[in-house]
Nanobody, 118 residues
Framework: QVQLVESGGGLAQPGGSLKLSCAAS????????MGWYRQAPGKERELVAA????????NYADSVKGRFTISRDNAKNTVYLQMNALKLEDTAVYYC???????????WGQGTQVTVSS
């Protein structure tokens, strides 16, 4: 059974920081590229950041470049999203996604709420 379990969400003030974690089980983690997505109320789910299987390649949405950092620890089957300089518009449910080579299969976590508010 494949499970992706996100944690680390919560309430932060503008300018603050949070670190999300996504622990994977039931898959050969190092064979999957990983991504963080978010979905705000009334909006479509969007890619925030992605990292290659070996961790040597990353990409970010323009809105988070320079503020967010994605990383992974293949020994711990975990991907992280360090979020700094948070803005009100970063408020969303954040999901992690594991994608196998070629795009299939893929798996989603259940999501974790991030709320940025003063």
């Amino acid at each position: 059974q494949v499970q992706l379990v996100e944690s680390g969400g919560g309430l932060a003030q503008p300018g603050g920081s949070l670190k999300l974690s996504c622990a994977a089980s039931g898959i050969s983690f190092s064979r999957y590229s990983m991504g963080w997505y978010r979905q705000a109320p009334g909006k479509e789910r969007e890619l925030v950041a992605a990292i290659s299987r070996g961790g040597d390649s990353t990409n970010y949405a323009d809105s988070v470049k320079g503020r967010f950092t994605i990383s992974r620890d293949n020994a711990k089957n975990t991907v992280y999203l360090q979020m700094n300089a948070l803005k009100l518009e970063d408020t969303a449910v954040y999901y992690c996604k594991a994608t196998n080579w070629g795009g299939s299969p893929y798996y989603w976590g259940q999501g974790t709420q991030v709320t940025v508010s003063s």
